[in-house]
């Protein structure tokens, strides 16, 4: 039997942060990842540069079932912590906007930087390793590998969520979680794109690839970012930061010209429709919004043929699609591109300030595997690392 202080499943981003926190601490730490390589995820994220962090991350930045777990950890360990670890190291990196920072280079500098700081700091790593079963028993957990045990009295799960499952992601924290009795919020896809209805597709599939900056709400939620028409749906930043609140059914307002409000923008119309059609409003509308959309939303507005001799409820109608087109997405676009996981194991099980089990004494969750999914732009990197690191200080 293997015996360490520590066993870590899982070495992605807070799994790597924790077992070197832990080990620096003088803790004996064994780091189990089942890919044949280190943070499989890492390397493709951020376009292959990695958005490690954003150095505004706040509690607001974060969607859970309960907000308030997060606040502990951010506090702790925060944007300068970890910008710091990367200035030492000597990684350039710069700052894309709002705070999003990206290596200069490639994310495989961030996945060596974790790597480096697990090794030398005396945990050990092993990777492709198939975990069968874990076990618990007077106060010790067994981690069974097809040909091989280990053996610990503090076990943390860093497995990660569903998305990317190309790249190895499973179910099996949520497994472990539900072994132990512990509850799971509904995981699914979230920071993806979503899909068109059947007759919103009809309208606009065939206007793939055009972008620009919209506002949207869903419910209470709202934001004014970019905006991309694909051949099947909406994506763009505003659209993955959408998924974060979407739920089935639910129905998303697009605002094309935020700018604007609709009795601005009829008054505008009005006066178009008095100059002959020939107005500036229209000129300018065909420049802030690609043409061939600006086309499309008068069209399925029913505004066709010479705008001077559109009725006044046609103009209204359009103003209104111009600033509350309403969509009823039929799904995301699923987990394959889905950056992260919406959901997962309920934060209530656990202590905030360590990421310890309330029920199981010496079980940890850390990372994408918990119901905390933070929005675009370095948050999701920020919480792994803020959680990885209280973790480390824990067990």
Not at 162 to 175: E, T, V
Not at 322 to 349: C, N, W
Request: proline content about 4%; overall charge neutral; glycine content about 10%.
């Amino acid at each position: 039997m293997n015996t360490y202080d520590v066993i870590i499943l899982g070495g992605g981003a807070a799994g790597l942060m924790c077992a070197a926190t832990a080990a620096s601490r003088g803790r004996k730490v064994m780091v189990l990842e089942q890919s044949r390589r280190p943070s499989p995820k890492i390397l493709v994220s951020g376009g292959g540069r990695c958005n490690f962090t954003n150095i505004y991350a706040k509690p607001s930045n974060y969607h859970s079932s309960n907000p308030g777990f997060v606040n502990d950890a951010l506090a702790r360990f925060k944007p300068k912590d970890f910008i710091a670890i990367v200035k030492k190291k000597g990684i350039a990196y710069h700052e894309k906007k709002d705070g999003q920072l990206f290596c200069d280079k490639s994310a495989k500098e961030i996945i060596d930087l974790l790597v480096e700081r697990t090794q030398q700091s005396g945990a050990s790593l092993l990777l492709n390793q198939k975990v069968q079963q874990v076990y618990h028993e007077k106060d010790l957990f067994t981690v069974q590998l097809e040909d091989q045990s280990y053996q610990s009295s503090r076990l943390v799960i860093a497995t990660g969520g569903l998305s990317w499952p190309q790249l190895g992601a499973s179910d099996f924290g949520y497994k472990i979680a539900q072994q132990f009795g512990m509850k799971i919020v509904e995981p699914s896809p979230a920071l993806v794109g979503l899909n068109f209805s059947p007759s919103d597709l009809t309208k606009f599939k065939d206007l793939a690839g055009i972008h620009l900056t919209v506002s949207a709400s869903c419910g209470a939620w709202n934001m004014v970012e970019d905006i991309m028409i694909t051949h099947t749906g909406l994506s763009g930043p505003i659209m993955l930061n959408a998924s974060l609140v979407w739920e089935p059914g639910k129905e998303i307002v697009i605002n094309w010209i935020p700018e604007m409000t609709v009795e601005e923008t009829y008054a505008q119309l009005k006066k178009d429709k008095a100059a002959g059609g020939r107005g500036e409003f229209r000129i300018w509308f065909s420049e802030r919004i690609p043409r061939r959309l600006a086309d499309r939303i008068a069209w399925n507005a029913g505004a066709r043929g010479a705008w001077a001799e559109l009725p006044d409820e046609t103009l209204m109608s359009l103003a209104k699609n111009i600033h509350e087109y309403r969509f009823v997405p039929q799904d995301t676009f699923g987990y394959r591109v889905a950056e992260v996981t919406k959901g997962g194991v309920d934060t209530r099980e656990f202590s905030p300030q360590t990421m310890e089990s309330l029920k199981v004494p010496g079980l940890f969750f850390i990372g994408e595997v918990l119901d905390i999914t933070g929005q675009l732009g370095g948050f999701n990197f920020q919480w792994a690392w803020a959680s990885g690191w209280v973790s480390g200080q824990a067990v």
